[in-house]
């Protein structure tokens, strides 16, 4: 009898513990965005495909953005959300060149990325996130 009981114990040790095991690496995981999906990070096909694309993830410190592109076609640049406003290139607040790009989040807000070969964050190669 005592056996059975202390046989209980243990499972139910193991069952609950195997639960928040579960939810504290839920917690901790952190994501890789995919900028784009299979769009990947270019001229996108239509205006809205990266503001469509940010809508449907959730971003959180600790998250990846990955930026799929070929060097020297494209770029990364984080920008300020007036300089994401005009496309304007500048004065980028860090700037990647080489693709594919893993570009961290490190705090939360907003958060803005154009390219900055000329002409293509016009054609809508932006991305403006929230964290
Ligand atoms: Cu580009």
């Known amino acids: 009898m005592e056996l059975e009981r202390l046989k209980m114990a243990v499972l139910l040790t193991v069952i ?3 639960i928040l095991h579960i939810q504290i690496s839920d917690a901790q995981k952190q994501n890789r965005h995919i900028v784009g999906d299979s769009v990947d990070w270019t ?3 239509d205006d809205n495909t ?6 449907s993830q959730k971003f959180a410190i600790g998250d990846t953005l990955v930026f799929n592109f ?7 640049a984080e920008v300020t959300e007036a300089a994401y406003n005009e496309c304007n290139s500048q004065n980028p607040i860090s700037e990647w060149t080489k693709g594919p790009a893993s570009v961290p989040l490190k705090s939360s807000g907003k958060h ?3 390219c900055s070969v000329p002409g293509h964050c016009m054609a ?3 991305l403006a996130i929230n964290v």
């Open 70 to 76: 070929e060097s020297e076609l494209h770029t990364v």
């Open 124 to 126: 809508a190669q932006k």
């Open 112 to 114: 803005y990325y154009l």
């Open 43 to 45: 001229i996108p096909p």
């Open 50 to 55: 990266y503001i469509t694309w940010a809508a």
């Open 16 to 18: 609950i513990g195997g």
